[in-house]
């Protein structure tokens, strides 16, 4: 139907397992008509010959050279694209200040449709080219300025999860940037549902609407509960923020006397295609509360670093079965590259092992086995993204869909070399991890199509 069938023959890894490398050397991967993944095939296989020969001859095979390798295209599980003009800039105030002074005067820019079309198609193209495939984005509160956003990345081939932020606290949100009323704020959610899921129908990748409050703190109890019956009625996606810091955290307890993550299920925003950006404050019940409606935390480490006034405890959590995405969190974060949110997850958990504060004698500084592996980093920006969107993507495997870069280790401008010493390909992969950077990424695909080539 889609004519995308095609196939790759080079090595790939992925972790079918969280915290579990695997990898193939040249095998050959087909790629169905609608750009998803037929058969994994290894070169001591039967077919392997026959089924390149036969790829070749209709000139659809793609053949990866000695120095690239395929990665699973990155899941960003948090990321404000409104917020792209701003990355790098005020990351020294609290997260309140910071939103008030500097981040609603930006969101309320997107009333002009021109100057967010100017910023979400660069931002698209951008995370395109960091290997980004699919993107769970948090727009404004504009319905026209968010589908927008819904276009572009539909034209330019990504995968994306939109929604149209709800703010509508008047006591809460500055006048010149909130919904006009609660009942305007449903409403215009559930055309926005209405409208994106009607537009996707066409969009091979998938666009999808999202249910998004912008967090407890901004909102009406009217509003949340409308928005976890339209979230259930539709069986759209949910986004938000929870427990993402000290202030914020305290402020819900306050107000409903039980922990964000309660209350936001109690209004019906717990399902398995829910995702709560942070969630740094979350104790053992809230985590058996994410475990059992299968909510996933969209880790934010760069976000962390500067407005969480804590260090999320990974390891723990999947230790409780939570499911763990990553996210860049555009422009808490200041990276759009996950790449960079990788290793800033391991840099995090290490310091949250070691403990940061030497006056404290080492046994006490800091909290035991709290680390995770490179390997368990890049698990939550590719798994663990699949698993808390509950889409097919994420694992080179056969029936997800073909969403990948290619990693060039020989790029001119950044060789990643091993000198003859470290060329095991879990080195490669490990040095890949550590040092590529986006003059490495040489093409990206998302559902069998290329969307970016340097
Ligand atoms: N909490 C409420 N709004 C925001 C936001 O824009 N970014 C982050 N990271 N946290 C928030
Ligand atoms: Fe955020």
Redesign the pocket.
Known sequence: MFGLEKAIVGTFFHTPVYGRLEYQKDALITINQDGVIDRIVQADDGDYLPLIQLFEERGTLIRLTDNQYLLPGFIDTHI?AA?WPQAGIALDAP?DVW?NEH?FPLEAKYNDIDFAKEVYTDLVKTLLARGTTTALY?GTIHKEASFELVKIAAEKGQRALVGKVVMDDPQANPDFYRDASTASALKETEEFIQEVTAFGKDVIQGVYPVVMP??AP?CTDEALAGLGALAKKYDTHVHT?CS?GQW?HDFTYDRFGKTDTEALRDFGLFGKKSVM??SNFINDNDAAIFSENQTAVAH?PI?NVY?ANSIIPIKHLKELNVQVGLGT?IS?GFSPSLYDGIKQAVMSSRQLEDGVDTRLPQTERGVPDSRISIVEAFSLATLGGGEALDLPIGLIKEGYTADFQVIDTKAKENPIQGFGVFEDLEQIFEKILYLANPVNIQQVYVQGKLVFEK
């Open positions: 404000h917020q997260l939103l981040t948090f912008r967090f901004s923020h993402e914020e950006a942070h934010c976000f407005f969190d808490g």
